[in-house]
């Protein structure tokens, strides 16, 4: 009889009892990592996806003032804390400046067409209402006949913040910022950006002509102080 037992017991062993619940647990640690990894493996698709569109909607504007490529595109990402919310409200006019701006202050004309859809930080383009070519190579040609009629004050040569297209630059560089660039136009979408008196960007945009740039630009003295605008075609296409 004890003989059957013994090889019965061979045969079928006891079964252990299972372990509590609490064994089970990872310790908080690996628990956290372990959530961790999770929820960046389901967000990275979605998040690479986005970054692909993004990346393309960039390298659409063209070249311009930053590297067209994907180190270009992660400075335009960070740039995007500092932009501007509306670049259609013109920035506040500081006080105490020794002059008070060249345009009019009664205003200018109004223009006629609405605003077009501009994007981008650098590059800032104008999406629509785009000039015909012929505008713009009177545009290109009124820049250089200035500079020839006024060879002592300004000068052509490549923009130095677009990178890709001539500037308008003053001799007596009262802007420091990009050795006295006063002008430049795009040749990709008609646009133009001037660097302005804050009273007389404020007049430009009032009246529809033009936008602050997204990117914040500080005045590089308060007695010369400058903003940098973007300004439309005047039959808006």
Not at 17 to 25: A, G, L
Not at 74 to 87: G, K, M, V
Not at 217 to 223: D, F, I, K, W
């Amino acid at each position: 009889m004890a003989t059957i037992q013994l090889f019965s017991s061979f045969i079928s062993p006891p079964i252990p009892s299972s372990p509590s619940s609490s064994d089970n647990q990872l310790p908080p640690f690996f628990a956290f990592t372990y959530n961790y990894l999770c929820a960046v493996l389901l967000l990275l698709p979605p998040l690479a996806y986005l970054t692909y569109k993004d990346y393309h909607s960039f390298l659409s504007l063209g070249p311009g003032g930053t590297p067209y490529n994907f180190y270009g595109y992660c400075i335009i990402t960070s740039l995007r804390l500092l932009a501007l919310r509306n670049p259609r409200v013109p920035g506040p006019v500081p006080e105490g400046l020794e002059h008070n701006g060249y345009l009019p202050k009664s205003g200018i004309a109004k223009r006629d067409a609405s605003r077009p859809i501009v994007t981008g930080i650098a590059p800032h383009r104008q999406m629509n209402q785009r000039p015909r070519r012929e505008v713009f190579n009177l545009l290109s040609s009124s820049l250089q006949n200035l500079a020839d009629n006024y060879p002592r004050r300004l000068r052509i040569a490549i923009s130095c913040f677009e990178k890709h297209c001539p500037g308008l630059f003053s001799r007596k560089q009262v802007n420091k910022t990009c050795n006295g660039e006063i002008v430049h136009a795009h040749p990709s979408d008609g646009s133009m950006h001037m660097t302005l008196h804050p009273a007389d960007a404020k007049i430009v945009i009032e009246a529809g002509w033009g936008g602050t740039c997204n990117k914040k630009n500080p005045c590089p003295a308060p007695q010369h102080p400058t903003r940098i605008a973007s300004l439309f075609d005047s039959q808006g296409g």
